[in-house]
């Protein structure tokens, strides 16, 4: 059984920076790959951005340049989304693969007013 935490989020005018938070755990859980996901209202869930093991990043083309992920040395990853726009609203999960399936966070709401 893995669990997944997230903290952050909230409401922030266009420009603004916002940081979210995932913290995993689990008896022998072991950070393998960690990310991001959002979900807008009436759309399908999409990849923000996502972490490995090793350090290697992948963006969607719509964040990159504005969102970094990043993670601490144990099982904890990050989003700071910066210079964030009205699009970036949505419901931000966070996500990791283990044990041959996806875990997924409660999610966190993610507002942003032009």
């Known amino acids: 059984q893995v669990q997944l935490v997230e903290s952050g989020g909230g409401l922030a005018q266009a420009g603004e920076s916002l940081r979210l938070s995932c913290a995993a755990s689990?008896?022998?859980?072991?950070?393998?790959?960690g990310a991001w996901y959002r979900q807008a209202p009436g759309k399908e869930r999409e990849l923000v951005a996502g972490?490995?093991?090793?350090?290697?990043t992948k963006y969607a083309e719509s964040v990159k340049g504005r969102f970094t992920i990043s993670r601490d040395n144990r099982n904890t990853w990050y989003l700071q989304m910066n210079s964030l726009k009205p699009e970036d609203t949505a419901v931000y999960y966070c996500?990791?693969?283990?044990?041959?399936?996806?875990?997924w966070g409660q999610g966190t709401q993610v507002t942003v007013s032009s």
């Open positions: 972490i490995y093991a090793g350090g290697q």
């Open positions: 996500n990791t693969h283990y044990w041959g399936r996806d875990w």
């Open positions: 689990g008896r022998t859980f072991s950070f393998v790959v």
